[in-house]
């Protein structure tokens, strides 16, 4: 019986033809035989075997070919083995290198290989090259302007950014309801002192420079009339900064944090990231796949930053139950408009800045969105949607750049959430905002399987006082100040 | 030369273009006596450029004579040849539309006065500066900061802990990590520097309560009048930013020194004016004294003044820069002390009053102390205002982005450079002045 038997030696892609006239209990024998038996063996492609005597050689079915299988036992009788003893060696596993597809090759595995080799290069690099090689390739983008006159601007925002929205803020703020008063106890003065740390000295003595701050601006203080359309920001502007400036320096006794805190005037705040993606319609690129590019440039009218990060709210498990509304329009229909220009990430101040982390952002409401023009244009109801949507803008800008310059990125997710706070009002209306930022990783490829979201908590807009007469502040609310008072106080 | 020479080039060139002319009649006349000629250029671009310009008409003088009536065509409401143009008296409008008002002349306005008030504000370059400024406010200039003040900041209680790093941090945080362009611009950075200056100081206010009943005030008006000699002098203008307190600071020399200021001779600058560079106004409020700050403000004492060179509006050289500083100080301690004792001129104040001043352009810093002992200014004798002054004092050598190379060689390498600590520590000793 003639056997064609292929065989390769050890790496090489050249295949051998054995003519070997032998039977096949003789062939495994010889199989075994040879040094390299088992690499022939499973490096063989199929065996030829003529079956058939003589007389059929020459039949029509001649190339007809069969094939052994190709899994020899290995354990044939085993006692063969003890012959092969001086001829035996290792048995070495060859390595061959990973096949993967092509670098340079004009194909889509070409281009997914290169962009595997972006994202490893990326990952493998410090941070500062880090954010210059994210940022490096100017496309056009949508820019998502923080303060915008589009109608429920918040669950655009939400889509966008993979928030969900819980109303109230979380347990941190909210006080324990005060338990009914039982055995004649009286009622404890806890409702006064809920901010923990301060006592009612302390308190009384900041309600009387908040007094004191509102009336020098309001009231003391000659000032000029102010421009058209710049009322908010030249009476109201000055306000606030003090106000935030002489809450921070006071507060410090109580809050080490604020002591090596830094206090940004009117800073920049930038943000670039890439969420769900479209089909190119028209041009030389038609019908090809291309993430949506958003891009946030922010200013807020002051803010914290400090050295070390604030505690989590809840925890990353704790956002998988969250909804996010899901918008299947584009987002140019919002309407939300695309430019191109310099990719910018930025919390405030640049990477060797030792204050790193943000604390609370104060946001100003312009007159161009202030309630009582908006109730003049009859959309009295986007006043919250607005009040929403900037909050959700800064803040996730704000975190998701806190979270580029420690290092995390689409593709390297965060480890611990980043948190930050935020206070927006319009000179009387106060509105307070917390955000946890659970995941940077927005992008098609990396949002597949990511069960996490991100968690905005807010409370609609408080009065803070109602106005000023006669050298007096009438009306000063005292919750809206202990929430003011809490949010500074905000420390791990 | 010849009026009748060039009238006639003009003539037999119809055709020659007006520069040539010019030039032509500028050899003639050497010194400008062409300067008649000259004026009347040719400024339409439609049309024909190079004919010669037609002498100015000069327009006939209507003749009055008093008790005869003019025909006119007005009530015609058509021109006629002949008759006379209608003239109508002025009309104004019933209501008041501000897009179309004129002021009226000065004299015509209720506040008009004879005698001119001499007005420092905040865009006055002083010609002499601060010599100008000492004689303005009456006040003896001492160089260098008062001996006892430096030793607050001394104190180890009294510093920042970490200071010298907190500082250089501060320091670069506005000069290279504000923005997101390659380095922020200057009246930015300055801004900046101040600001976070500022918010390191006042960290203190955990060990030190009496730092707390202190507020930063930003852009008041202040104004304040005074006479010297003859003339009339006001003050008015927005400062930047105010540190106001409620306890008054106290004061820096005592009355031995006070008195012995009456012997001293201010320094003159003949045969330069005292007043120039001043804005001279005619119409002007008599007796303007006002701090900024209406009714009972609970911070009424002025502390610190923090200036800005602001590089926009008004460029300032560092002397002219130190002259206002002086100027504004003087202002609210005078509109403070009008308050408190009224305007009457007071030979000696029982409790001088001290305003202290920072100024700064980003780097160098002027540091300044003012003490009001009297307000009798209109004499050059008897008791004078004390004025300490340490001007020039830089923060540190260099902050650069990029290291300046010079022939292969670093001179300047990249970031902070020459940082020395001891401007800070003057800066902190004028901050805690009072509350230490």
Known sequence: MKIELYTSAARSPIWTKLHLRT??????????????????????????????????????????????????PKNLPPFRHKKLVHTETAVKEPAYPPIVASLTAKSKSARLRQVEEQVKKICASPVQEKLSLITRIQRKKFVVYPQTFSRNADRWYQHFTKTAYIPGLPEKFTPAPVEPVAEGSSPSPAALTAVPGIGDDAFADLRSLVTRVILQE??????????????????????????????????????????????????????????????????????????????????????????????????????????????TYAPNLMPLFRRQYDNNIFTGAKLPDPACYGHTQFHLVPDRYHRDRMARMQQSDQVEVFLRANALASLFAWTGAQAMYQGFWNHEDVTRPFVSQAVITDGHFFSFFCYQLNTVALSVETDANNPRKNLLWGTESLRLYDSVQDGEVVGLNDDVLKLLVQFLMNQP | MFPETAQRLKAAAPLVSQTRLLKDLSRLYPHGGAFSLQSRRQISVSGCLSAKIQPPRKPREPVEIPGLEMVTYGERMHFVPGLAKPRYPRWERDYKDPRYYTAPPAQEMPLYKEKPCHVFNQRTSALEGVRQAAWLTKAKVIPGLPPHLLSLAENPENQIPDQDERVQNAIKHARFWDTTQERPRKEKYSNTLLLNLLHLCATLQSRNPAIGRRILAEDHSLAATWTRGDDLFQIRGRNGLLHTSMDPLPEVSGKDEVSQTADYVLETFYPVSPTIDLQQVNVYKEDVNCSGFTGDYPYPHAHTLYFLETTDSCKLRPEQFRAKMVMFTFGNALARAHKLYGTEPQQLLDRPVTVQAVGTNGRIFQFLVFQLNTTDLSGDDGIKNQLWLEDDVELYDFAKVRPLIKKKQVKVPAGLT?????????FLSLYLHGAA
Request: proline share 8%.
């Open chain 1, 23 to 72: 039977r096949p209990a003789l062939l495994a024998a010889l199989i075994l035989f040879l040094p390299e038996g088992g690499a022939v063996v499973r490096s063989c492609w199929f065996v030829h075997q003529r079956i058939g005597s003589r007389r059929k050689r020459h039949t029509a079915n001649m190339a007809a070919r069969t094939r052994l299988p190709l899994l020899f």
């Open chain 1, 218 to 327: 309001q009231w003391h203080m000659k000032k000029r009339k102010p421009f058209l359309y710049r009322h908010q920001e030249q009476t109201f502007g000055p306000l606030l900064r003090s106000l935030v400036t002489e809450l921070t320096h006071n507060l410090g006794k109580y809050n080490p944090l604020l002591l090596l805190s830094s206090l940004d005037i009117s800073p920049q705040v930038n943000f670039y990231w890439r969420r769900g993606q479209r089909i190119i319609p028209k041009g030389h690129r038609r019908r090809h796949l291309e993430p949506t590019r958003f891009q946030i440039d922010d200013q807020p009218l002051c803010q914290i930053r400090i050295t070390q990060q604030l505690p989590q709210f809840t925890p990353l498990e704790a956002s998988y139950a969250a909804e996010v509304p899901e918008i």
């Open chain 2, 418 to 426: 020459g940082y020395k600590p001891e401007v800070f520590t003057k």
